[in-house]
Nanobody
Framework: QIQLVDSGGASVQSGGSLRLSCATS????????MAWFRQGPGKEREAVAV???????SYATSVQGRFTISRDNAKSMLYLQMNSLKSEDTGMYYC?????????????????????WGQGTQVTVSS
């Protein structure tokens, strides 16, 4: 069956960096669109980055220039490199298998696009 296992979350100081990983199995990773969502305290879960099957990417305005989503199709792995972290980046981060769409120009998937979630990994940024 389809499995997504998130890891890499931690507590860091403002300005620090983290790399999240998502190990996947049970589907043809290279042919699918993948995304990272986050849910801050008291906030809705929302996408922060998405990559399609040919590694085109799109980012939320709030993370543009600081976060980089990438994929290793040979290993069926998804990553999120997060630099210059801010306190407002605090939240639970979820890897997601999403239906493909035209994710360009800042367009991001919505929760309705999600076919499967990872279990989440906590990122806490302290100032």
């Amino acid at each position: 069956q389809i499995q997504l296992v998130d890891s890499g979350g931690a507590s860091v100081q403002s300005g620090g960096s983290l790399r999240l990983s998502c190990a996947t199995s049970g589907f043809t990773f290279s042919r699918n669109c993948m995304a990272w969502f986050r849910q801050g305290p008291g906030k809705e879960r929302e996408a922060v980055a998405v990559t399609d099957a040919v590694s085109r990417t799109s980012y939320a305005t709030s993370v543009q220039g600081r976060f980089t989503i990438s994929r290793d199709n040979a290993k069926s792995m998804l990553y999120l490199q997060m630099n210059s972290l801010k306190s407002e980046d605090t939240g639970m981060y979820y890897c997601a298998l999403v239906g493909c769409d035209d994710y360009t120009g800042g367009v991001l998937p919505r929760r309705g696009h999600v076919a499967r979630w990872g279990q989440g990994t906590q990122v806490t940024v302290s100032s």
